[in-house]
């Protein structure tokens, strides 16, 4: 409205329209990159714990010269465990968050969309 109102017309007012709206998407689409990247990089922490978990057990293993005992092997199972878990508690969420953010982006984004043509008609029918 303030681009209507300081005298801008055809052409150059949608192309004005076109930038803001662009800025407003791209300053939300940034707020979820965080998520996006927190719910990439969270399983592979997990699976991280997961290794180094299992190199535990097995470096014990050999250290008890191949006894099979199974507290020997507890630690490391469970701090294997552990981490895949906690890995997979933090990605899950952020995943769906960032899903649920993106397509109320993307609506917002077409509701701009609309509003610009909405506008442009009431300039054109003035």
Known sequence: MSSLQDGLQGPVLTSEL???GNEEV???NSLIRL???IAMVS???GLLGTVTGMIQSFQELELAQGAANASV???GIWQALLTTAAGLVVAIPA?????????RIDAAAMMIESAVGRLMLADHAR
């Open 18 to 20: 076109e930038r803001r």
């Open 26 to 28: 791209q300053r939300m």
């Open 35 to 37: 998520l996006e990247l």
């Open 43 to 45: 399983p592979l922490l």
């Open 73 to 75: 092997l507890a630690g």
């Open 95 to 103: 995943a769906i968050a960032a899903g649920l953010f993106a397509a």
